[in-house]
């Protein structure tokens, strides 16, 4: 039963089918201020072509709106305000909520359709720093956003395992590096290799003519290159691994820049074939002028090839594989130019699949407002900053709830929610100054904030003597408006993923939960009298819709706190 259909279905008639129901769908409002009715139409559109004014306009079609579950509607100056039958509408959405449990929310605007995510992508011999937070966390809760919606997924940790750093690595090691400190703390040591030759590289220029040559040593298979190089993987992927499983990720393919070294010939002969290729200062480049482009660097005059030319070989290859029907990259809005010229390359290759690419941006963390930096040595680690979380939240259980079970899986699941939320509250687009006070409050619109307020909910059933029943409706306004909340959960779970947006899930749950506990301050929940099964209906609604919603944004859901 979707009750904004209702109302479209009875303004349409109305308007005499004047105006189409999508249109009049797209019009109509939730009013903020409930004393305004559920929902609401404003006029003004319809003043031209009815030659009255909005608000004669909305006395006559109030006047006409009836169907079952409408208590009333009225005129309000421009608009019309409808208001539902608060006993029959609720009973009919706290059904469906509890007949559904773990399933209500779920769509089904993606089946039969595939979504290739490529999403976190660290660089190996590098620590895994705050800096990869954003587009690991966004990446994966996208990703459950269109499991959500019915897709079918693939999630691609594209690694930055190749390229012209390697090169410089490779020569730090050999200059500065020791094999035992290396072993004892590769990503430590190799961070510290890496900054030296960048100090090194101020005074002696000549070292990047040397890296450049140990990466084509690299790229023609030089064994010693290729040994270290090999080594410095796997080091970094026992790292990263340990920090997803913190983070509670997983990832369908680490299949990284390397992978496509053997692939990207066919593109490049493609290209050629098609006259596509142009020689610019001993650079091989696609000309994109008519797209206000600069052009794409397919081939550097060494011969080297970039990040375009295996960006494209991963593109084809994935078509191919999964034959996807939207490939999204979630990756920093500095590389947007760069995710431009390869959706625009394919498409000038003739590609119209290139359409279903989109880059999805976002903000920085910054600390100090200057952006983090590896090279510079600005790292903040990522583990460390997990970890750090945890022993707060571990140490506020302890003064709160010294007895609780269970207390360090809990703190995990408190401490690491708390920097998940935190990030993805946030509109992806906005940079983040980087403050470990602000992601570890414990209060305010906050992970602990909405993980405590589930707990809470639970306690409640745990307590109740009765079952929750939504036999009966509840017709008082306290429990409505929670209930039309809860009924926009499937919406905004759609909204989250059209729009790419995990902060529209978010910030929907903070309110869901802010809901909720004015709700618990007003009404005597647990009170023996005739609405408690119903009463009890709705907490439970609460902690279906606050789990789901923190489990899609990659939150672990503690039922006791």
Not at 178 to 185: A, L
Not at 217 to 231: F, M, Q, T, V
Not at 370 to 382: A, D, E, F, Q, Y
Not at 535 to 558: F, H, Y
Request: include cysteine; aromatic fraction near 10%.
């Amino acid at each position: 039963m979707n009750f904004k259909e209702i109302f479209t279905a009875q303004l349409a008639s109305a308007l005499d089918r004047q105006m189409s129901e999508e249109v009049i769908a797209a019009l109509i409002e939730i009013p903020k201020n409930p004393e305004h009715g559920d929902l609401a139409f404003p006029c003004f559109t319809l003043a031209k072509a009815l030659r009255k004014s909005p608000a004669v306009i909305a006395v006559d079609i109030a006047s006409q709106i009836r169907a079952p579950l409408i208590e009333k509607a009225e005129a309000s100056g421009p608009y019309i305000n409808v208001f539902f039958s608060k006993a029959a509408a609720g009973k009919i959405i706290m059904e469906r909520i509890l007949k559904e449990g773990k399933e209500y929310g779920k769509l089904t605007i993606g089946a039969g359709k595939t979504v290739v995510l490529d999403f976190s992508s660290p660089n190996i011999a590098k620590p895994f720093s705050m800096g990869h937070l954003r587009s690991t966390v966004i990446g994966n809760a996208l990703g459950n956003l269109a499991d959500k919606c019915g897709y079918q997924t693939v999630r691609i940790n594209h690694l930055g395992d190749w390229g012209t750093q390697f090169g410089k690595l490779i020569t730090a090691y050999k200059k500065w590096g020791n094999q035992d400190r290396v072993k004892e703390n590769p990503i430590q040591e190799l961070l510290s290799l890496y900054i030296q030759f960048h100090d090194e590289v101020e005074e002696n220029p000549a070292l990047e003519n040397e890296a450049r040559y140990w990466f084509k040593e690299l790229e023609n298979g030089n064994e010693e290159a290729a040994s270290l190089w090999e080594w410095f993987r796997e080091e970094s992927l026992k790292e990263f691994e340990r920090i997803y499983d913190m983070l509670g990720i997983k990832f369908d393919s680490y299949n990284g820049e390397a992978f496509y070294n053997n692939k990207m010939e066919a593109i490049i002969e493609e290209l050629s074939a098609k006259n596509l290729l142009v020689m610019s200062d001993g650079a091989e480049v696609v000309q994109l002028p008519d797209l206000d482009l600069p052009p794409c660097l397919i081939k550097k005059s060494d011969g080297a090839t970039l990040y375009a030319t295996r960006d494209l070989a991963a593109a084809f290859y994935r078509k191919k594989k999964y034959h996807f029907d939207q490939s999204l990259y979630i990756v920093g809005q500095e590389q947007s130019i760069h995710f431009r010229q390869v959706k625009s390359v394919i498409k000038t290759l003739g590609y119209e699949w290139a359409d279903h690419m989109a880059h999805v941006p976002f903000g920085l963390y910054m600390k100090d407002g200057k952006k983090m930096s590896t090279r510079k040595g600005r790292v903040i680690l990522l583990e460390e900053v997990l970890n750090e979380a945890v022993l707060l939240a571990k140490q506020n259980i302890e003064d709160k709830n010294p007895h609780l079970e269970n207390k360090k899986d809990i703190a995990e699941a408190v401490g690491i929610g708390a920097i998940l939320f935190h990030d993805l509250k946030n509109d992806r687009m906005n940079n983040i100054e980087f403050s470990l006070e602000d992601m570890l409050t414990f209060e305010g619109e906050t992970g602990p904030y909405l993980q405590y307020t589930n707990a809470r909910a639970y306690s409640l059933l745990r307590k109740a003597e009765d079952g929750p029943s939504s036999e009966n409706g509840l017709s008082d306004s306290h429990s409505w408006e929670i209930i039309k909340l809860l009924y926009q959960y499937p919406d905004k779970l759609e909204q989250a993923y059209q729009h790419l947006s995990p902060s529209v899930l978010a910030k929907y749950l903070i309110d869901v939960a802010q809901a909720f506990n004015k709700y618990y301050g007003q009404v005597r929940i647990l009170e023996k009298d005739t609405d408690i099964k119903g009463r009890l209906a709705l907490v439970k609604a609460v902690t279906i819709v606050l789990s789901e919603g923190m489990q899609t944004l990659g939150m672990r859901v503690p039922e006791q706190m």
